[in-house]
T-cell receptor, first 111, second 116 residues
Framework: RKEVEQDPGPFNVPEGATVAFNCTYS??????FFWYRQDCRKEPKLLMS???SGNEDGRFTAQLNRASQYISLLIRDSKLSDSATYLC????????????FGSGTRLLVRP | EAGVTQFPSHSVIEKGQTVTLRCDPI?????LYWYRRVMGKEIKFLLH????????ESGMPNNRFLAERTGGTYSTLKVQPAELEDSGVYFC??????????????FGQGTRLTVV
């Protein structure tokens, strides 16, 4: 079983739509949680950290449920420029600070 | 300010040859990481340097891979001899140190390695 599981998609949505991605992680020792965005043939870039209380950044809302080991990302009013792969990433509480990546969910926003 | 830079951007080598990838982290970042994405798989951790010391190399696939970080600045990842399954995109990332566990890791654009 993968440490971080994501639906690979693709999610194909029209501009203006609301879309939600989900992610589960297997290691209860995971300490930090993130959503990264990766454009085709580019490097991953941090989109937002995810906190237990939930957090919002403009059109993006992230939620964390530690009991269910579940992370979500909600994108409202989708833009064409949101088309990318969204990576769910966790970090275990150890000295190495290494990131554990999901395979990513691909989003296509169409005009 | 320059971000994380990696060289080369692409490399095509024959099986059995040696390749050395280079990463220049953001100036002042103590933490340097190597990750790899092989075709169809998720990005996976290879190893972590804190300054010049290897903090965690649990993700290194085998002893054909050797990473160094001279003087705690740039890092190299050498693959010798390369095998077909080593093909993939190798990412380097860096982050601030000083015990700040959750500081953002910035990624380089990666080196796309193809072994033929």
């Amino acid at each position: 079983r993968k440490e971080v599981e994501q639906d690979p998609g693709p999610f194909n949505v029209p501009e203006g739509a609301t879309v939600a991605f989900n992610c589960t992680y297997s290691n209860s020792a995971s300490q930090s949680f993130f959503w990264y965005r990766q454009d085709c043939r580019k490097e991953p870039k941090l989109l937002m950290s995810v906190y237990s209380s939930g957090n919002e950044d403009g059109r993006f809302t992230a939620q964390l449920n530690r009991a269910s080991q579940y992370i979500s990302l909600l994108i409202r009013d989708s833009k064409l420029s949101d088309s990318a792969t969204y990576l769910c990433v966790v970090n275990k509480r150890d000295s190495s600070y290494k990131l554990i990546f999901g395979s990513g969910t691909r989003l296509l926003v169409r005009p | 300010e320059a971000g994380v830079t990696q060289f080369p951007s692409h490399s095509v080598i024959e099986k059995g040859q040696t390749v050395t990838l280079r990463c220049d982290p953001i100036s002042g970042h103590d933490n340097l990481y190597w990750y790899r994405r092989v075709m169809g798989k998720e990005i996976k951790f290879l190893l972590h340097f804190v300054k010049e010391s290897k903090q965690d190399e649990s993700g290194m696939p085998n002893n054909r891979f050797l990473a160094e970080r001279t003087g705690g600045t740039y890092s190299t990842l050498k693959v010798q001899p390369a095998e077909l399954e080593d093909s993939g995109v190798y990412f380097c990332a860096s982050s601030l140190g000083q015990g700040k566990m959750n500081t953002e890791a910035f990624f380089g654009q990666g080196t796309r390695l193809t072994v033929v």
